[in-house]
């Protein structure tokens, strides 16, 4: 399990439970953390949480948010299919072919419509297993949404996450590093154009539960206007940004982005 559950920075009573499974011969492995024992949410009203990576890192960008909503409610991070040592599969995958997965996933697990909190490349998946699967999840969070409309090309792309990149601590792009080696590039250079041109702007309309869009202040992939559109396209949608933030903002301010997260959920 990532390192800030370990030791004496694990709270009292954390569980972790590692689940690796295979649907439709697509690789999925999952951690699963809950705390037994919490005065925050009474058991009736817990709740399971979904988190879904982006593209080339994986489920350790969850580790500090996970331990802080784990107190209300069962987290589930989850590692795609050729991230973070995870088979790849034969072919290529669409966004469409991972939002299948996880939503055949949902049903395996038997998990009752759970929040789902998306970054990055996550954000497409989660959008696409809301606006394909009605009814499968009560809230959505989609944090760093791509691609901007107006900028779907890999080299503007790469110049946005490089200058993202500057307001980002040694240790949030070492994190990042290591996924991208686990990923390898062949498996990220096939994923890439397959997040480009998904046309996410075209699927949140279809989404029917409330949606929040998280950016941070100096996320340059997920720009202020573009975060604003995506918002109002969504039938229940808002945006909030977060000062300071970039866009590992799901690891560098995961309280805030936790405290949005149940915020969202309480309403």
């Excluded at 004496?8 to 690796?20: E, H």
């Excluded at 409330?210 to 950016?215: D, L, W, Y």
Aim: hydrophobic share 45%; charged share 20%.
């Amino acid at each position: 399990m990532p390192q800030t559950v370990r030791g004496s920075q694990a709270p009292s009573g954390l569980n972790v439970r590692i689940d690796r499974v295979r649907i439709g011969g697509l690789a999925l492995r999952t951690w699963t953390t809950w705390i037994d024992a919490t005065h925050d949410v009474p058991l009736e009203d817990r709740h399971d949480i979904v988190l879904v990576h982006g593209l080339g890192v994986s489920s350790q960008y969850f580790e500090r948010l996970a331990v802080v909503l784990g107190r209300v409610g069962a987290v589930h991070l989850l590692d795609l299919p050729g991230f973070a040592g995870v088979p790849r599969p034969h072919g290529h995958l669409e966004i469409t072919d991972f939002a299948e997965l996880i939503a055949r996933w949902v049903e395996h697990a038997g998990l009752e419509r759970p929040t789902f909190v998306g970054h990055s490349m996550g954000s497409q998946i989660v959008t696409e297993v809301l606006a394909s699967h009605p009814g499968i999840a009560t809230h959505a969070v989609l944090v760093g949404p791509p691609v901007n409309s107006r900028e779907r090309s890999v080299p503007l792309q790469a110049a946005r996450l490089l200058q993202s990149s500057w307001h980002e601590s040694a240790r949030t792009r070492a994190v990042a590093l290591q996924g991208y080696v686990e990923c390898g590039p062949h498996w990220f250079a096939s994923v890439l154009p397959r997040m480009l041109r998904y046309p996410i702007e075209e699927r949140l309309p279809a989404v029917d539960v409330p949606v929040v869009v998280v950016r941070g202040e100096h996320d340059h992939v997920a720009p202020r206007a573009w975060v604003a559109e995506l918002a109002d396209l969504a039938p229940r949608g808002r945006w909030v940004e977060v000062p300071g933030a970039s866009h590992a903002v799901i690891y560098e301010h995961s309280r805030q982005v936790a405290d949005l997260v149940l915020e969202h959920v309480g309403r």
